[in-house]
């Protein structure tokens, strides 16, 4: 079955190809233990894919297959056809076009360079054949002397011919003589159609008559001579023309093994092109290789469904797995289509496609190993021909794995043990388990068995894995999960199914103790895991928000710090600014001063500017006005209100007040002012700060 699905991969990429020697490479694709030839294979596609990806104008097209014609150029004494070497030479066309390619891109595709560098391209066969051939693939006048003296008389005749049949036309038609057709041609001459009643009449040579008797075709007499002339120098343009064909092909002859190579380079091309293509649609990509047998995935997919439910717009989960020296089995239960078996068939494909040369559909992450041989055991393998049950064909496959299997094998099987009696069969299976995993052998099985299921987590080098399982939907989830065996939900399923609840309730009396408890087991420890990963998963969640809430206290700090710094920046610029208009007029009173004689007009002018007193108020006036606005203010603030101190720009919210005093916070600060010292910003109030809980 396996196989089978890989012969699906092969066939898409051979769809792909377009050319019959690119599709014969995809015939022969197959796997190979060699990691070298791997590797080569591997970087060859990827540098094809990301040729294919960037719209290259990559000059990989729908190309004639020479195979033939250069099969002739073994044959001596053979001579190609017109069309034969026009098919070569639309061949070289691409072959020229390819090598252009890769040289105007020297050494950023080495690989796929090293393709062409089994035989350097020689141009001079596409010349020689585009000097005889046209461009419609017939031989040019100029191809030699006699074929241009030929066609020059050819057509001077014709001319003549076409002169002398108006006349003759003319005078028949005047007569009555033609029928509709007028002119035809028969047995490679030049006729006139004729009323049958006049063959007799009309001097000529008739050729045929129509099927209806009522039309003869006649050559006229004194046509017969020019006719005769036509009809000599075609025969000697033709045999002109198999002489040269004949020289042409003697001169290609010498490079027909070069063809050979060139066909072979081509259809590599084309097939690391198809494989690109495939690659590409299954969002392919080259994993980290090493020589020893190992497996390491990263978010793989089976390629296959990955390609149907693409179609189907829908999501297709992909899986982690790993096999090595330490973890080497795994054993995967659950309930039925569940995706166990998908799972396992997904791991030897992208093996099998890995040691093919062909992208996975896995994350680029993933690291693989190589593996020697490949064992696998899907499916009912009944046989009618060998007199084999299903269990006795297991049976078989057992045999033979055990015969062959070592630390460089991998084995799949699926539903491990089954199809005999479930307790002798499970004994069995579990027997067999111990020697694949005594032989240090990778694997992944399949089973329900529960004997298997504690085998796993008991052995050394063999570990449980389940599918998980949406216990309130009774839904497969198609999720991989290692390290825990997982229950079949066989009378939940049942339940499900609609299934009697007596008849559900009698089988769990006929079930053992310990088989029901371990069931149970299971379950709940499905329950307990899809409780802790809801309570992680509002963990992880209100640890984001907390996150969210010390980004954003950060922030604000660092706004406030910026926002004070270019607060004192400002002030000190300001001050700056008025100790130098100070001190410049300070040093232009001295400079009148000295020069004045008279000092008073002096004094007086300056004290009007920076010398003079401000107005002192009057104590009982300021205090009468303070205690006018702390009533105005305890009337109009209250607890919430938005406010600011006089001439300041920073907004606050008014916490409480007692007496002449307000506690107000601004951002995270909170402040005790004096109550006067306050003006309120708008009346709109907001939620008591209080009430809400601070941030850290």
Known sequence: MLSGEYRQIIDAIYAHCLSPMGKEYAEACAPVSDLDVIQLLLSRTAHMQEIVSSGLPFPCTVYPDIAKPVGLLRI???????????????FLEVMRDMHSFFRNRKGVHPELEAILETATYEPTILERIIEVLDEHGKVRTSASPELAR???????????ADRLYGSILSKYRKQGYLTEAEESSRNGRRVIAIMAEQKRVLPGIIHDTSATGKTAFLEPEEAVGINNNIATLEYEEQKEIR???????????????????????????????????????????VPTIAAQPFLNLKGARHPLLF????????????????????NRILVISGPNAGGKTVCMKTSGILQMMLQSGIPISAHESSEMGVFQTLFVDIGDSQSIEYELSTYSSRLRHMREFLEHVDGNSLFLIDEFGTGTDPNLGGALAEAVLEELNARHARGIITTHYLNLKVMADKTPGIMNGSMEFDLKRLQPLYRLMVGKPGSSYTFLVAERSGLPKPVILNARRKVSGKSLRLEKLLTELENDRELLNAR????????????????????????????????????RKSEERTTRDYEERFRAFLKEWKKAKDK?????????????PKRQENPKEAEKRRKERLDNLRATLSPGMRVRLVNGSTIGILEQME?????VIFGQFRTICDLATLEVVEDKKTENPKSKKQQP
């Open 243 to 285: 002489r040269i064909l004949r020289q042409l092909t003697d001169a290609t002859r010498r490079f027909g093994p070069v063809l050979l190579l060139y066909r072979e380079q081509l259809g590599l091309m084309d097939f690391n092109r198809a494989k690109a293509i495939f690659s590409i649609s299954i969002n392919g990509s």
């Open 307 to 326: 390609l149907q439910n693409k179609k189907l717009k829908k999501d297709t989960i992909p899986f982690d797995l790993e096999l090595n020296e330490e």
């Open 76 to 90: 001596e004494g053979s001579t190609l056809a017109e069309g034969q070497f026009m098919e070569i030479a639309l």
């Open 150 to 160: 030929i066609r020059r008389s050819l057509q001077r005749t014709r001319i003549e």
């Open 536 to 571: 992680l998963d509002a963990a992880a969640k209100k640890d984001r928000s907390l996150s969210e809430l010390t980004a954003n206290y950060e922030r604000l700090k660092t706004d406030l710090e910026r926002n004070f710094k270019a607060r004192e920046e400002k002030v």
């Open 659 to 663: 007496n002449d005093r307000a506690w």
């Open 600 to 612: 008073k007009p002096v004094i007086d002018k300056y004290s009007k500017t920076f010398l003079k």
